[in-house]
């Protein structure tokens, strides 16, 4: 079956910049996402990329997707305490309803 | 606009007990609807999905069960809580037949089982 994963945990000083990473196994896959929950809260949508692009820039994000390699990325430039949350990424494949999420990045950012 | 409502935030129940936690989406029409759950420190697991009333698709076999009694409402329910079920559930709703349509978060129930 399809499998996403992500490295759990991405420390950075807050003025950096975080690049987190996602691989994928689905080939079908049309769509992905990354998504962004704080504390106690649900998911808030961020960006997403169609596959047949290799990138995708949204102020201080871009996304990077390497479909030969399965891979995807989310590049935060300049990254705040505000930043500091887990970070899903997911796909949805070419014939279903249903996003496959990861098992999610906790990015930390210190002062 | 569209929005999503789970409810409770929160609740703590013995094991045992029964469950029922609500969902409903307001501001759109004949929406997928998904029941997720997320473990402690773990990431997201699928549970339920339902593309129309009465239509639910089963992810995982457990003790928990979902109804769709009407198009913009979703229950997620349990005859009987274990202590494994204990997580953050979480419902979602995206737009029916469309695959570029993302998934739009409720602010998810926080269910501790003691």
């Known amino acids: 079956g399809e499998d996403v994963e992500q490295s759990l945990f991405l420390s950075v000083r807050e003025g950096d910049s975080s690049v987190i990473n996602c691989t994928y196994t689905d080939s079908s896959s049309t769509y992905l996402y990354w998504y962004k929950q704080e504390p106690g809260a649900g998911l808030q949508l961020l960006t997403y990329?169609?596959?047949?692009?290799d990138m995708k820039q949204d102020q201080r994000l871009t996304v990077l997707l390497n479909k030969k390699d399965k891979h995807l990325s989310l590049r935060i430039a300049d990254t705040q305490t505000g930043d500091s949350a887990i970070y899903f990424c997911a796909e949805i494949g070419g014939n279903t309803d249903k996003l496959i999420f990861g098992t999610g990045t906790r990015l930390q950012v210190f002062p | 606009s569209q929005t999503i409502h789970q409810w409770p935030a929160t609740l703590v129940q013995p094991v045992g007990s029964p469950l029922s936690l609500e969902c409903t989406v307001e501001g759109t029409s004949n929406p997928n609807l998904y029941w997720y759950r997320q473990a402690a420190g773990r990431g997201l697991q699928l549970l339920f999905y339902s593309v129309g009333i009465g239509q639910i698709s089963s992810e995982v076999p457990q003790n928990l069960s979902a109804s769709r009694p009407q198009d913009r409402q979703f229950i997620l329910s349990s005859k009987k809580l274990l202590l494994s079920d204990s997580g953050f559930y979480l419902c979602a709703w995206s737009v029916r037949q469309s695959y570029n349509s993302p998934l739009h978060f409720g602010n998810g129930t926080r269910l501790t089982v003691t």
């Open positions: 990329i169609f596959s047949n692009m």
